[in-house]
């Protein structure tokens, strides 16, 4: 289940909860598939009219079944001429994680 609604403003940049919210508040037709893990359009490669493109309702990374597009949130995001560059709740944790990391190898750098 999706959380309709729920796109925070930080700084300029968008962030919404799923894949679902981005698409919906974009007005992107789409449908939720696997319980609510992936989020099924049409896709922008083969223009198949069934909707067998599927994005991980998370992360963003996506898949056609029908042409073989795949890519990454960011590959999503181009696809749609989206230049706004919003960001999902999931990449939020994850450049923490990569923030602290690269913050503890400079300390480990700088104490040597």
Same mark, same amino acid.
């Given at each position: ?30 449908? *939720?598939?696997?319980?609510?893990? $992936?989020?099924?359009?049409? =896709?922008?490669? !083969?223009?198949? @009219?069934?909707?067998? *493109?599927?994005?991980?309702?998370? $992360?963003?990374?996506?898949? =056609?079944?029908? !042409?073989?597009? @795949? ?42």
């Amino acid at each position: 289940m999706g959380f309709r609604g729920s796109a925070l403003l930080n700084n300029t940049t968008t962030m919404y909860q799923t894949v679902e919210d981005y698409l919906l508040a974009k007005s992107i037709p789409c449908k *939720l598939a696997s319980g609510s893990k $992936e989020v099924q359009i049409q =896709c922008f490669s !083969c223009d198949d @009219k069934k909707k067998h *493109l599927y994005i991980d309702n998370i $992360e963003g990374c996506y898949y =056609c079944q029908k !042409c073989g597009a @795949k890519g990454s949130w960011t590959n999503l995001l181009q696809n749609l001429g989206d230049t706004s560059s919003p960001t999902l709740e999931s990449q939020k944790s994850i450049s923490n994680v990569e923030h602290r990391a690269r913050l503890d190898a400079s300390k480990e750098d700088f104490e040597q």
